[in-house]
């Protein structure tokens, strides 16, 4: 019903099509936001669903093809996934802001084990997929679609064309891949993935890195002139109070994910706290070689990292470290954590109390669940933006005594330095690819 409804449904098409949100609050109030940078709440609206995955223990592998910036997919314990309607279809998939290809598996396709595991048959833990041929047909002489992962997944298939639909807004006649072929583990409820950064990594296909660029499904509705060229995100922590029926209780909390395309998500910010850097090109990350600076992905210098006394102490609040160095950073959806340099983690873990430990069992830094939590800031203009204790104490990861939590913020000194989902929680992000900036405000506590 819902799929045959959308498929209908065009950027000429009235708001009211719009989708069940509209530009109203959970309450079903209107929101009129405009905020201080102009933006508006949209009418293009999608809920965004939260997935917990069991915490995997392997070490993160940091290196990835010479190049090339790999995902960072393996400490992958929480993602956020939508309904994309493509063709006629409604098929989930996991959101991305890290890569740029969207992707989901036809039917019937084939699961392949990574490890040879005798007597067991793969699962890849995918959900149905598209069934079918594409409306646009295969395009012909492509290369074929491979992406492979630092742990080992990897997906592969073959381009076509199809209408692709979110929140109202469709992109017609989309270049997207099929995929036939692959090694893979979900949680059986995501068939694929949409990926919204920039055109230019799509020219990285190919085993010589070097295809012609096409547009991603965000580029190609807004370029459309269906939304304008930008488009926001909400994450929360909560995995939200979303009913059957896809609607929110009234008296329901903010506690729901948004991906709003051309504006805001409707939830509430504190509206002192915006605050805009700019979106820096491919050569802002200069271990990764490249040239141009173009931009590919969503990469910002904070003006300054800030850890300060936790607690209730009173000297709570007082600075420990503010560290002003420039840092390119990815503002990854796709990633759990935020992994940033290692001497200013080291300096985070040594402020919790008890400090936090290196846990070989979880690969990744640990702290007592009852420890006190520093404060740990992102400043980006006059604002700084706080991640919540929950965040950087992850109560919900724990280590198999159960008394040590895993920290939400982790150390890499091989690029790219992330700021994820411990962080995406916190804020509302506004991804503006037309003033080439993000905007960034803190969340109302939800
Ligand atoms: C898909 O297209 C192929 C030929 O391109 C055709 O043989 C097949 O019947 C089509 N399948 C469906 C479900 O339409
Ligand atoms: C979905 O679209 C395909 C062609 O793209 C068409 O053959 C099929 O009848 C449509 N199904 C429904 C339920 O509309
Ligand atoms: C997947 O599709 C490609 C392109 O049509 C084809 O060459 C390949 O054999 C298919 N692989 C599988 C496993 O079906
Ligand atoms: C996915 O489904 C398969 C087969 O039904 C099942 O064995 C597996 O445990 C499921 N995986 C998850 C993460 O639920
Ligand atoms: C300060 O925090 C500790 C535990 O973190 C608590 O036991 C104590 O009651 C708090 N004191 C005040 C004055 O809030
Ligand atoms: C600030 O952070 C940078 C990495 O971003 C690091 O190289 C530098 O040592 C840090 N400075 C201080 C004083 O900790
Ligand atoms: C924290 O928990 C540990 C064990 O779970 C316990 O031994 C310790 O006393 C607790 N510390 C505080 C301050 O509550």
């Not at 420990?320 to 390119?328: E, L, M």
């Amino acid at each position: 019903m819902k799929v045959a409804f959308l498929a209908s449904v065009s950027w000429l098409a009235p708001l009211a099509a719009a989708g069940p949100l509209g530009n109203t609050g959970n309450d079903g109030s209107v929101i009129t936001v405009r905020s201080a940078f102009g933006d508006v709440v949209s009418t293009h609206t999608i809920p965004m669903r939260k997935h917990n995955l069991a915490p995997s223990t392997t070490h993160p592998a940091l290196h990835g093809r010479a190049n090339f910036p790999t995902r960072l997919k393996n400490i992958l314990d929480v993602y956020y996934s939508i309904d994309l309607e493509v063709g006629n279809q409604t098929i989930p998939v996991s959101v991305d802001t890290g890569s740029s290809d969207t992707w989901m598996v036809q039917e019937p396709y084939e699961c392949v084990s990574f490890w040879y595991e005798p007597g067991r048959k793969p699962d890849c833990g995918l959900g149905a997929g598209f069934k079918g041929n594409l409306s646009g047909g295969r395009l012909p002489d492509l290369p074929l679609f491979v992406r492979s992962y630092v742990d080992g997944t990897f997906v592969e298939g073959f381009y076509g064309l199809e209408d692709v639909t979110i929140g109202g807004v469709t992109a017609h006649n989309q270049r997207l891949a099929l995929v036939n072929y692959t090694y893979w583990h979900g949680d059986n409820q995501t068939s694929g993935l949409l990926g919204l950064a920039y055109p230019y990594l799509t020219s990285l296909d190919g085993s010589d890195q070097n295809q012609p660029p096409y547009d991603p499904v965000f580029t190609t509705m807004w370029r459309s002139g269906a939304i304008d060229p930008v488009f926001s995100i909400a994450l929360s922590r909560t995995a939200g109070q979303r009913n059957n029926a896809g609607s929110v209780p009234s008296g329901g909390k903010q506690q729901d994910s948004y991906l709003a395309l051309g504006g805001l998500p409707p939830v509430d910010v504190d509206e002192k706290t915006w605050a805009r850097t700019p979106i820096h090109g491919m050569n802002a990350v200069p271990q990764w070689g490249f040239e141009t600076d173009e931009r590919g992905m969503y990469i910002v210098k904070p003006d300054a990292f800030v850890i300060q006394k936790g607690g209730n102490s009173s000297d709570a609040g007082t600075d420990i470290v503010r560290n002003t160095t420039q840092t390119p950073i990815l503002i990854d959806v796709g990633a759990t954590l935020s992994y940033l340099p290692k001497g200013l983690v080291n300096q985070l873990y040594a402020s919790f109390d008890p400090p936090a430990k290196y846990m070989s069992s979880g690969g990744l830094f640990y702290a007592m669940c009852n420890a006190t939590v520093p404060k740990f800031g992102v400043q980006i203009g006059d604002s700084t933006f706080y991640m919540a204790p929950e965040d950087l104490l992850r109560q919900t990861v724990r280590d198999p005594t159960k008394q040590w939590c895993r920290i939400g913020v982790t150390d890499t000194d091989v690029p790219p330095h992330v700021l994820g989902v411990s962080f995406l929680t916190n804020v509302v992000a506004v991804f503006d690819v037309g003033k080439s900036e993000m905007r960034f405000a803190a969340r109302k506590d939800y």
